[in-house]
């Protein structure tokens, strides 16, 4: 969208069957980097299937910037180690937005975003229309690493008022 700015909420809901980095486990939290801005998650301590739940937000400006993934594990007398990456665009998110979504009923689906080599996604994500809110469910499979996939969920916060409805 033109110039159009707004807050992306990223909600980490879990990671499954990540790599494992220290002697039986692991304790890995997240990254996601942005241009400039960068925001992580909580340390889940000895945990191959972390679950998060954490909403963590990033200022949209540009829409064409990719969204960067990082998961690592914590350590304590040494650098952390890398537990994989992913990466995504928020292109056909802001796509969505430009349709007129007011009257829609719940659980409308305005887009579907297949997997391919680019966008790191595990299986095909949906944008949907969900209580009045547009959100996008994605499963990423881990690039750099011998397995493990990370669950979010998209949310757009729109800061100037207008929605884009």
């Excluded at 400039?36 to 963590?56: F, M």
């Excluded at 928020?90 to 829609?104: C, D, N, Q, T």
């Excluded at 887009?111 to 944008?127: F, G, M, T, W």
Aim: net charge neutral.
């Amino acid at each position: 969208m033109e110039n159009k700015t707004g807050l992306l909420r990223v909600h980490i809901q879990r990671g499954v069957n990540l790599a494992v980095r220290d002697v039986r486990s692991s304790d890995p939290y997240v990254v996601i980097k942005m241009g400039r801005q960068k925001v992580k998650t909580r340390v889940v301590k000895k945990n191959t299937n972390p679950e998060w739940n954490e909403d963590l937000t990033l200022a949209v400006a540009d829409p064409s910037l990719p969204i960067k993934l990082f998961v690592y594990d914590k350590d304590t007398f040494s650098l952390d180690d890398k537990m994989g990456d992913a990466e995504f665009e928020i292109g056909p998110f802001f796509e969505a937005l430009k349709f007129p979504l007011k009257g829609l009923p719940s659980g409308t689906i305005i887009y579907r975003v297949e997997p391919n080599r680019q966008n790191c996604l595990a299986e095909e994500s949906h944008i949907v229309w969900t209580r009045g809110k547009l959100v996008q469910n994605m499963i990423l499979r881990l690039q750099n690493v011998e397995c493990g996939e990370v669950e979010l969920q998209l949310q757009w916060i729109d800061v100037s008022g207008s929605q884009g409805l």
